[in-house]
């Protein structure tokens, strides 16, 4: 979506996340983050880099970055990222661009060479599939199929809940 719209769509986002504990990330677009009053950024491995975000907004805004490498998420995490995105762990269509699946031991190697840092794994993740990512050490996961369907998502984050007390 051209620029514009993509303003218009943030600046109403931000008015109805704003007071709630609901945190809205702008994908890729910083300067849309910026001017739009979002929460931060969700970066890619591609965009500006992290540390020159980090070093026009200070602490008090999110940085997320999505990576595909252990040196990409060390890298993300020495720069200033408030936590990074891994994969794509699973197969899955909407990742295919970056090759194939990292898999559940690299996801492992990222979360432990990152120690406490926040590593959300990203890629193919279902219900049947969260809790070997908890296991490897991720803080989280992040979806698009699994969490498409409204009327199961409570359901679905309450098996997700149970899953990552790991």
Do not use: W, Y
């Amino acid at each position: 979506m051209n620029t514009r719209v993509l303003e218009e769509l943030a600046r109403n986002a931000v008015k109805l996340t704003k007071g709630s504990q609901t945190r809205l990330l702008i994908n890729e677009r910083f300067d849309v983050a910026l001017a739009t009053g979002a929460d931060g950024v969700q970066l890619s491995s591609q965009s500006m880099p992290t540390s020159v975000v980090r070093s026009i907004v200070g602490s008090g805004f999110l940085v997320g970055v999505s990576t595909h490498s252990v040196r990409e998420a060390v890298e993300a995490r020495d720069q200033g990222a408030d936590f990074v995105l891994f994969g794509p762990v699973f197969e899955t269509e909407s990742k295919q661009a970056f090759g194939a699946p990292q898999g559940i031991p690299l996801l492992k190697k990222v979360t432990e060479g990152l120690k406490s840092f926040p590593v959300i794994a990203i890629g193919g993740v279902k219900e049947e599939n969260a809790k070997a990512c908890f296991e490897a050490g991720a803080a989280g996961v992040a979806a698009i199929s699994l969490f498409a369907d409204a009327a199961q998502l409570s359901k679905i984050v309450k098996a997700l809940e149970m899953v990552s007390d790991v």
